[in-house]
DNA sequence: TATTGTTATACTCTATAACTATA
DNA sequence: TATAGTTATAGAGTATAACAATA
């Protein structure tokens, strides 16, 4: 099989233990494809995220909940559920957690009598109001390696990817 | 079991049930978050590639781990899992299902012999020539969204978010 | 002593089926 | 009949500790 070779093939040829041990890496492949490199952002971002809503007791997820509920005042579950991509057996967990932390209550729904309605309790608005504000403090870090102008760009055209429209 | 209910008084205790349920969810403040953005549109991608890849039943993780011995033949586990961020005891199982699949073959490492250098096999060599131009037919389409200009824009930026440099 | 590959294991995250009470 | 919330549970993904062979 070795005898269609034009250039000299890096590729394994004959020898026995294949010779073939690279020290450096070429990711170059992978970082040309648009998923590896959103991912890679994706979790980055996530990382710091982590970090800096560890004294909030927050990940992600929780803070995303509590913040579309202090932005929707009685927003449900299942509108929670459409709005972030979670299943509803998985969002029960979280609202408990939440609940017995005092941040949300349940509400009777004002028109639909299977529904709960979520708001956040005074403490949870103080938490989200903190939690906020470091999200942006922390925005503006991550994003410092952009200028103001490439930050808007990156945003739109990830919006762009997600939103097919 | 009676799960008892401490009736935690409504904030807003006189009127009648909050009243505060919206149809339509306001977003605004989660998209204007990077890393919400990066989240989504990760996750987008991901979801079509997924579908693309079927037929190779590959995941993502094992085409990444697939396409990088492929450009870097001899690569160990070891150089996987710093590369792909993937822990060492995780790796063994997508190893061992490649090499059941005959797509994949450990080898001797030549200077280290607790290393073992991985090798596609011809059957592996295919498979990855073929995934690899599904994924750049995706990648064509995905990114058809944006002109050839945001789409280098984009993986520009988003290098910049993921490497500190 | 440090590192590679590995096993065993635990923990988190995500997904499916089914139940209840309301609509 | 369909939907909102919930329970139980299964599966995938990710994490730590520890061991044998080699450096």
Redesign the interface.
Same mark, same amino acid.
């Given at each position: 099989m070795a005898h269609l070779r034009t250039h000299r093939p890096?590729?394994?040829s004959r020898a026995a233990?294949?010779?073939?041990?690279?020290d450096v890496?070429?990711?170059?492949?992978?970082? #040309? *494809?648009?998923?590896? +490199? =959103?991912?890679?952002?994706?979790?980055?971002?996530?990382e710091v995220?982590l970090e800096a809503m560890a004294p909030y007791q927050l990940r992600?997820v929780d803070f995303?909940v509590l #913040? *579309?509920i202090a932005? +929707? =005042?009685?927003?449900?579950s299942r509108?929670l559920c459409a709005?972030l991509?979670i299943l509803p057996p998985n969002l029960v967990g979280m609202l408990n957690a939440l609940e017995k932390r005092n941040l949300i209550?349940r509400?009777?729904?004002?028109?639909?009598g299977r529904a709960m309605?979520l708001?956040l309790?005074?403490a949870g608005q103080k938490l989200v109001r903190d939690a906020?504000r470091t999200?942006a403090e922390l925005?503006a870090e991550?994003?410092s390696?952009?200028s103001p102008g490439?930050?808007k760009?990156?945003?739109r055209?990830?919006?762009?990817?997600?939103q097919p429209e």
């Open positions: 890096p590729l394994n233990p294949a010779e073939a041990a690279t890496i070429d990711t170059s492949y992978l970082e #040309s *494809l648009l998923g590896y +490199n =959103a991912r890679r952002a994706a979790l980055a971002v996530i995220f992600p995303s #913040s *579309l932005h +929707n =005042a009685g927003i449900t509108q709005t991509g209550v509400q009777p729904h004002p028109r639909d309605g708001h309790t005074t906020e999200a925005e991550v994003a390696r952009l490439e930050q760009t990156l945003l055209l990830l919006k762009k990817i997600y």
